[in-house]
């Protein structure tokens, strides 16, 4: 378990951890845990879809039992992609504002930039009144 764990770069509670939620299951031999080539497969798309999708564990659970609930998995990664492009369009714009910021001919873009009056402006019009 610690070869896998250290393969992985994680640590071997993770692993322990991801068996009680039901996302491991390996065999055991002699009172220990043996890791087979479909169990590193799963580690491996746990970490994938951790680190790319930016899955929470119960999302990637209901990834991996597909087999049995199509529609379920179907509609995690819906709503995670939904999640992502609303992330995405976010980041997006934040870009666009950081990088007008440093190339605004203003020395207080803060205080002097007609670009971010205009946003700030825009940003409080769109706010429900309290």
Known sequence: MGEVAARFG???STLHWWE???LLAPARRAGRRVYGD???RRIALIQLMQ???MMS???IAVLLASSTADRDWRTAVGDRLATCD???ARL???RAHLAHMLTCPSDHPVDECTYLAEEIHAYLEAMPER
């Open 57 to 59: 564990l119960p999302e």
């Open 86 to 88: 609303e992330q995405l």
């Open 20 to 22: 009680k939620q039901g």
């Open 51 to 53: 680190g790319t999708a």
């Open 10 to 12: 994680v640590a071997v």
């Open 92 to 94: 997006t714009s934040a």
């Open 38 to 40: 479909a169990d590193l």
